[in-house]
């Protein structure tokens, strides 16, 4: 497979010829002579605990205020305009984290400056390399290398309103806001977990539509994480699974600065990341001087490329708060301004001169050569594709929907749809079918469980298991590691529009994995959470795998659809839903047990949120309105029964999605939930918590506002009081 | 230090009297002749795979139907007595998990057999080595063992209603509802780290109370956990903590039977878990035949005892269902009954000729010695300890009061009290000066924050770092592990009832150990949850770092306090209803910015969750209520002021705490939320979701309903509408 940086097609002519008229630094480490003064590997060992300063002021020698002759003179510059960018930026908000930028300056240089191919005039060009900032609080390190590589979204005015009201630079790096920035990060781990969805869906699409001679998907992805991102476990989960995928063009650097918010990470972190990587089966590389040994960093990445069946952790030792004389390698540098004083201490060391913001002009003529050298890539990657095309029409039409997000047309006329007489099944089986009918469409659609897929049902039975040696495959086996699963699903849904990533696992343990859905949430991710045994109705296991809150607590989320379906026409209406939504995050929660399929639902109710489902008034004022959700709808359909039976005017509404009847229009609203009626019961094997929006102050909300039990699940219905005699007791008593 | 099994004092003959009379199986393996038809470790590991059932067969010789004359029959005997309790409770419960039982059997019996010290007629004995079974879905497991050892609970009926309403043995296992459970599993993961807390509260207590000749404190954890648990990334962070610790009575049995539900785990767990631990600091062990290697298993056990300085991971390859002929080794057997006939073929093919819930009478005598060794063991530890109270009175009444859980006569005095003129302070700092004051008076107090420590302001001044080497102290520093963190905590707090531990990270960071704080909700560990950075009032650090449905979703969840104090009383009041509540966990939603201390706060309005701070109505009639919780109650008291001047009657409401407001009386409730005063107007820096209950369908609720936003906090709540003039507005619309 050609590597990212050494292409040898013909058509690179242009980007070959421009890197040769302008005085680059060769991506090739052999081809570069070792800076005299860059430290040894050993002095540097042991002087980084003790004697960060010195080394400091004798790495400063190689900084100057002359334009630079030597390559690795500008290297160093280049180096040092970064970390005072971060630095300047952090100091004018006062506010901010410097350390990881001051640190990581050499590391970042080099991937941007030297190894990463992308198109800063066109930050979502497919076949770009991705990067992640895992250790997202360093984020001015990506603000300040998006600025010097030429793109749009970070210029001098963003570097000054870091981290200010309305500004393209946020405290951390997020991609809903700054073009070039791929995902979202700070939330510490989720970084790297998305960098191995982001290599998945690289390995997956190159297995799909790469063909001998011409490899239209070739691409590395970089992270860099730190010691916080490697505590979590979520980083443990994503890793396993990185390197049994043989994620092989997954490189993460691993800033090994032994420094956390607490203090040195004796207090708290001694194990062995490398053998703890090598058990999980990376390829592990130390560079010892991350600092200033460039050319380790270069070999490094070398090695990393040269290793093709397993993601490779390059676990650089860095200082953090590099260059700063009294606060490197100390706590104090990590999230805050290093104040004025410091910071003119930290000039003088590094010999920096400049004023606030300055980028030399030689720094500056040195990068510039990525515009054109990025419209190159670009250009040629056109024209390859350009071959692909007529070669492979079909392949090309696919992925070219991919890389667009342009759903095909009529795909939703694949989606089942059902009637009264259609035996009743789970709606967790019925997921089951639309996923399977919905493969066959969207050439997006992958994923799997959490373990569980025979539980979730959500095997798709055209394909096999994504895996290391059958990567073109779509069903992916995270195994038992929700939270990793979510942010995997994150950095799918992030590689490129037309990916429609899913995942699931029971309910309840979206709790193993909130923090990732949130990010979905956040960074508008429209991953589908297929979300089986939504309640007590799960029966036996009990209470530590019944939900209760759970539905509540995603109607509380912004920006995230929670769906619970009723049947099996609520069931496609819920996956019409979450394909359209493509920047919204879907919650389908779907029953283990049997529901009927009832008169009145149908897809196009359940887009609009609430709907009616049957209805025996006149003049949009029912004796009772009687509400319910996802296996409960029956229950109230039931009751509605009984009390026509006693003469009484009733409409049943189904409430599938909050969020999506919150968006219809005021009249829509009202023709559902009329103001004048305020008899209202809802009934749904959850929290009552919120529902007194819905069924008003003088309504009645039937629920479940106290842990589960274990039983079958008929007995804890009748115990909990889920039954159509309450809810025909409650509309009595109100009509 | 003094092993659990082996011990010196003369004290003891009476336990060494009756170990002597009964047919006891020693627990020292180097006294044990091999069972001469064990299988050979190579032979079993070359057959797991694809020759279970020959392996299988072979094992049924030893199992017969007479009187076992043999140690070794009898042990055999035994398993198979646990594995059929479970094979026989499943299915009858048609529901359930058989296969971890039959694969563990042999550790199992051999830990409550011939390893653990234990009461079964007191199963809070304090001294007692704690078990905990990680992958709680095996739970028949320890109900069998619990069962023939003696546990009142745990009775012939009881295993006969596995699985039913009101019985004392749940789908998984819950201290709450059968004494002899330590803790509550099921979700995968949170035992061992459970374990982990268990084993850090022993040392701890152990470095605080015992003295030369005197360990008063000195058992061990044990746990079983599966390929599951080994998944989940909060077990590798609880586990890299306890080797950081190194908590040598720690020991880990790892039930390496290579099947998880969706099949073989090599779909998605190819890690060498060995070297990962190794990385992460462990001993590890490999018993090759955890199905008949019993010498293997009490061998491994002795080493792990042998190695004081760090925990052991014993990985014990089993067959998961062994002795089914046709559904051992395969996923099938995982979470499902065997079905009647293959329950037969497992009877025939094991030997076992007994109707369902049999234990053979010789099985029976055997463990019969439980009950007497058990109470002498006590005893024993109940003459140790007077021994000790008349030397060491003072250690010996604060270690009663951690037993017992009693809280110290007065110690709410230390909590500290404000009046509007102390100068205002966040909750953060207030909530530091509230837990230094505490950790004077309570003896069981102790916790920290993931890394934070320096932002959550967790440190108790008066004490340093609980390590490795200094146990003794009470400041634990978790790292970046939120999910490991709040797992064990709740190991810690059912330890035993006088241990409270609090642990801290951004209220936001809730998400990555959600599903261990409903545990701790669940199973009703008291932990006090720490929570800074409670809003958009952060600031910079933007929406990944902004906690917006957070405070809804705890509202929402059972069993949990959640708290936001507006200042220094208020601070005070949560920290007294944290204490208090040694059932129910409590969150306590704390800023980051500075408030001011109100007039007309109090502890006591804290304790019943809403209460009026201040009023110019009367006849319990206002104009308006207007509602704050923690930093926006002072913007509700600023508009009252404001309104108070254009001739409006103005009641101020704390809503701190919801749960402990719906406590209250009735009278109470009217006394502060009128039925007649419907104009109501809530102010909180979250979601306005579910805030419809409190101020009804005619009021108003300012809050946020999207994500926020990177900027200086006094900007994002100017943009945001979160104002004095906000709340005027409102109050005007509504009065």
């Known amino acids: 497979m050609a590597t990212s940086t050494a292409p040898s097609s013909s058509s690179l002519t242009l980007s070959q010829s421009l890197s040769k008229s302008l005085p680059t630094i060769s991506p090739h480490p052999h081809r570069i002579s070792l800076p005299t003064i860059s430290l040894s590997t050993s002095s540097l060992k042991c002087s980084r605990r003790v004697a960060s300063r010195a080394a400091a002021v004798r790495a400063s020698a190689s900084a100057v205020d002359v334009e630079d002759k030597t390559e690795t003179g500008?290297?160093?510059?280049?180096?040092?305009?970064?970390?005072?960018?971060?630095?300047?930026?952090?100091?004018?908000?006062?506010?901010?984290?410097?350390?990881?930028?001051?640190?990581?300056?050499?590391?970042?240089?080099i991937l941007y400056?030297?190894?990463?191919?992308?198109?800063?005039?066109?930050?979502?060009?497919?076949?770009?390399?991705?990067?992640?900032?895992?250790?997202?609080?360093?984020?001015?390190?990506?603000?300040?290398?998006?600025?010097?590589?030429?793109?749009?979204?970070?210029?001098?005015?963003?570097?000054?309103?870091?981290?200010?009201?309305?500004?393209?630079?946020?405290?951390?790096?997020?991609?809903?806001?700054?073009?070039?920035?791929?995902?979202?990060t700070g939330p510490l781990g989720q970084g790297v977990a998305n960098a191995v969805g982001l290599a998945l869906a690289e390995k997956h699409l190159a297995a799909r539509f790469n063909k001998p001679g011409s490899e239209?998907?070739?691409?590395?992805?970089?992270?860099?994480?730190?010691?916080?991102?490697?505590?979590?476990?979520?980083?443990?989960?994503?890793?396993?699974?990185?390197?049994?995928?043989?994620?092989?063009?997954?490189?993460a650097f691993y800033d090994d600065n032994h420094i956390s918010i607490d203090g040195d990470t004796a207090i708290a972190f001694t194990e062995s990341v490398d053998k703890r990587f090598e058990g999980l089966g990376w390829h592990v590389i130390w560079v010892k001087n991350g600092n200033t040994g460039y050319d380790e960093i270069r070999a490094a990445i070398e090695e990393a490329k040269a290793v093709t069946d397993k993601p490779t952790l390059i676990k650089v030792t860095t200082t953090i708060g590099f260059g700063s004389p009294n606060k490197a390698n100390s706590y104090s540098v990590h999230g805050s301004a290093l104040g004025a004083k410091e910071v003119d201490a930290t000039r003088k060391n590094l010999g920096w001169p400049h004023e606030p913001f300055?980028?030399?002009?030689?720094?500056?003529?040195?990068?510039?050569?990525?515009?054109?050298?990025?419209?190159?890539?670009?250009?040629?990657?056109?024209?390859?594709?350009?071959?692909?095309?007529?070669?492979?029409?079909?392949?090309a039409q696919e992925l070219k929907s991919l890389i667009s997000g342009e759903l095909p047309v009529g795909w939703e006329k694949a989606l089942p749809t059902y009637t009264p007489d259609t035996p009743g099944d789970s709606t967790r089986n019925l997921s089951q079918t639309n996923l399977n009918a919905l493969a066959k469409v969207l050439p997006g659609l992958l994923g799997g469980s959490a373990d569980l897929a025979s539980s979730n049902m959500t095997l798709l039975k055209m394909f096999g298991d994504f895996q290391k040696d059958t990567p073109e495959e779509r069903n992916v086996r995270f195994g038992v590691r929700e939270h990793g699963m979510g942010a995997i699903c994150n950095g799918i849904a992030l590689h490129c529009p037309g990916l429609i990533p899913y995942c699931a696992t029971f309910f309840v343990f979206t709790d193993y994995m909130r923090a990732a859905m949130r990010l979905s949430a956040l960074c508008e991710a429209g991953v589908i959470y297929v979300m089986t045994h939504d309640s007590i109705g799960l029966g036996e296991d009990g209470p530590t795998?019944?939900?209760?809150e759970h539905i509540a607590s995603f109607r509380a989320m912004p920006n995230i659809l929670m769906l619970r379906p009723a049947d099996g026409n609520e069931t496609a209406g819920a996956y019409k839903v979450a394909v359209l939504n493509r920047k919204r995050p879907s919650v389908l929660a779907l029953?283990?047990?049997?529901?009927?399929?009832?008169?009145?639902?149908?897809?196009?109710?359940?887009?609009?949120?609430?709907?009616?489902?049957?209805?025996?008034?006149?003049?949009?004022?029912?004796?009772?309105i009687l509400i319910g959700t996802g296996s409960e709808l029956e229950i109230a359909a039931k009751a509605a029964d009984e009390l026509r039976k006693s003469g009484k005017t009733v409409r049943v509404v189904s409430f599938v999605s909050w969020e999506l009847f919150d968006e219809?229009?005021?009249?829509?609203?009202?023709?559902?939930?009329?103001?004048?009626?305020?008899?209202?019961?809802?009934?749904?094997a959850g929290t009552t918590f919120g529902w007194e929006k819905i069924v008003g102050s003088k309504g009645k909300a039937i629920g479940i506002d106290h842990f589960g039990a274990s039983a079958p699940a008929d007995k804890i219905y009748k115990e909990f009081g889920l039954t159509v005699e309450a809810v025909i007791a409650a509309a009595k008593a109100l009509c």
């Not at 290398?145 to 009201?165: C, P």
């Not at 980028?359 to 350009?386: M, Y």
């Open 358 to 395: 300055h980028v030399p002009e030689d720094v500056k003529k040195h990068w510039s050569r990525h515009t054109p050298e990025g419209a190159a890539l670009e250009a040629e990657w056109n024209a390859k594709f350009a071959e692909y095309e007529k070669k492979y029409k079909e392949e």
């Open 591 to 624: 029953s283990r047990q049997k529901l009927p399929n009832l008169p009145g639902t149908s897809i196009e109710g359940v887009e609009k949120g609430g709907y009616t489902i049957s209805d025996n008034s006149s003049g949009n004022k029912p004796d009772v």
């Open 113 to 184: 400056d030297e190894i990463m191919k992308y198109n800063p005039k066109n930050p979502y060009w497919f076949n770009r390399d991705r990067f992640v900032l895992s250790a997202g609080h360093g984020c001015m390190l990506q603000y300040a290398l998006l600025h010097l590589a030429g793109y749009d979204s970070v210029k001098e005015e963003d570097l000054k309103s870091f981290r200010q009201w309305g500004s393209k630079t946020p405290g951390h790096p997020e991609n809903f806001e700054t073009p070039g920035i791929e995902v979202t």
């Open 545 to 548: 795998h019944q939900p209760i």
């Open 664 to 684: 219809q229009s005021a009249a829509y609203k009202e023709s559902v939930l009329p103001a004048a009626v305020s008899a209202r019961v809802s009934i749904e």
């Open 74 to 109: 500008l290297v160093e510059k280049s180096v040092n305009t970064i970390r005072f960018l971060a630095i300047d930026a952090v100091e004018k908000a006062n506010s901010g984290h410097p350390g990881l930028p001051m640190g990581c300056a050499p590391m970042g240089h």
């Open 216 to 251: 239209i998907v070739d691409h590395y992805t970089y992270v860099i994480l730190g010691d916080g991102c490697q505590m979590e476990g979520i980083s443990n989960e994503a890793c396993s699974l990185a390197s049994h995928w043989g994620l092989g063009k997954l490189i």
